[in-house]
T-cell receptor
Framework: AQKVTQAQTEISVVEKEDVTLDCVYE???????LFWYKQPPSGELVFLIR??????QNEISGRYSWNFQKSTSSFNFTITASQVVDSAVYFC?????????????FGQGTRLTINP | EAQVTQNPRYLITVTGKKLTVTCSQN?????MSWYRQDPGLGLRQIYY???????DKGDVPEGYKVSRKEKRNFPLILESPSPNQTSLYFC?????????????FGDGTRLSIL
């Protein structure tokens, strides 16, 4: 069965520090997708990025970057020069095909606190 | 504005009193699903629907029912709620059911069953 592990339950850093959130996944599928979602204190889920299994290029979007490594089954997320507004719970998710439909398998989430 | 709307956002109720959480999307999405979020467990899928009148169980369907009579609506029904169903619930939709489709989530419904 598919599995996503976010080993860091909580991380706390001081503003402007860089921080990396780890995500390790397990799948037997050769085609799959990985996602990151942000859940701010207000509770909604915000889509951040999607990556397919054939594209191992790292991606950068402003202060956010993602490192996808199939060799280690990891899809880590780095925030550079963190800000208080980055405080949130972050979820990594793996897509699983169920009878032709997609199901997202989520990690446990990492609660990130950025202190001023 | 494209959105997934859940109601209510918050509900405190008692064991055994039937309740329905509504979910509606205005994007003409084919695929809809329900998840529950619990501390330390992330989000787990309860039910999903690939189209009108087509629904199937996810990982944690016990104690829940759903229906998909119209494309835009996918209500979650708790016939006889119990305290272990206290959780944060999310409805999600995507244009198609295939792999890689970004899912759009509602704002969540926090249920407390006393």
């Amino acid at each position: 069965a598919q599995k996503v592990t976010q080993a860091q339950t909580e991380i706390s850093v001081v503003e402007k520090e860089d921080v990396t959130l780890d995500c390790v996944y397990e799948t037997r599928d050769t085609t799959y997708y990985l996602f990151w979602y942000k859940q701010p204190p207000s509770g909604e889920l915000v889509f951040l990025i999607r990556r397919n299994s054939f594209d191992e290029q790292n991606e950068i979007s402003g202060r956010y970057s993602w490192n996808f490594q199939k060799s280690t089954s990891s899809f880590n997320f780095t925030i550079t020069a963190s800000q208080v507004v980055d405080s949130a719970v972050y979820f990594c998710a793996l897509s699983e095909a169920i009878q032709g439909a997609q199901k997202l398998v989520f990690g446990q989430g990492t609660r990130l606190t950025i202190n001023p | 504005e494209a959105q997934v709307t859940q109601n209510p956002r918050y509900l405190i109720t008692v064991t055994g009193k039937k309740l329905t959480v509504t979910c509606s999307q205005n994007m003409n999405h084919e695929y809809m699903s329900w998840y529950r979020q619990d501390p330390g467990l992330g989000l787990r899928q309860i039910y999903y629907s690939m189209n009108v009148e087509v629904t199937d169980k996810g990982d944690v369907p016990e104690g829940y029912k759903v229906s998909r009579k119209e494309k835009r609506n996918f209500p979650l029904i708790l016939e006889s709620p119990s305290p272990n169903q206290t959780s944060l619930y999310f409805c999600a939709s995507s244009l198609e059911r295939g792999l890689g489709q970004p899912q759009h989530f509602g704002d969540g419904t926090r249920l407390s069953i006393l």
